[in-house]
């Protein structure tokens, strides 16, 4: 079954600095378009950022200028570099998969979640 392993979350205050990781399977990695959500108590899960399999990137306006997702394929990984955090980016962030599979059948996988806390 696919999984996808996420790390880094934890608690900063505000101003500071994070990185998410969410490492893939090398044939997930190589044929899906990846993102990151995130999901803030009594709200909505919402995209924040998002990579295409040529690189293609699309931010939220919440973090543009903030936030950074990129992609490595020497350790199939997909990374959310966060700076200048603020109280509002507390969420649990979620890594996401999306693709199409043989015979064009979609796919969504979704990671367990990573907790990211910013205090005041």
């Known amino acids: 079954q696919v999984q996808l392993v996420e790390s880094g979350g934890g608690l900063v205050q505000a101003g500071g600095s994070l990185r998410l990781s969410c490492a893939a399977s090398?044939?997930?990695?190589?044929?899906?378009?990846m993102g990151w959500y995130r999901q803030a108590p009594g709200k909505q899960r919402e995209l924040v950022a998002a990579?295409?399999?040529?690189?293609?990137?699309n931010y939220a306006d919440s973090v543009k200028g903030r936030f950074t997702i990129s992609r490595d394929s020497t350790k199939n990984t997909v990374y959310l570099q966060m700076n200048s955090l603020k109280p509002e980016d507390t969420a649990v962030y979620y890594c996401?998969?999306?693709?199409?599979?043989?015979?064009?059948?979609?796919?969504?996988?979704w990671g367990q979640g990573t907790q990211v806390t910013v205090s005041s």
């Open positions: 996401n998969a999306a693709g199409l599979g043989v015979g064009l059948r979609q796919y969504n996988y």
């Open positions: 090398g044939t997930i990695f190589r044929t899906s378009d």
């Open positions: 990579i295409t399999r040529s690189g293609s990137t």
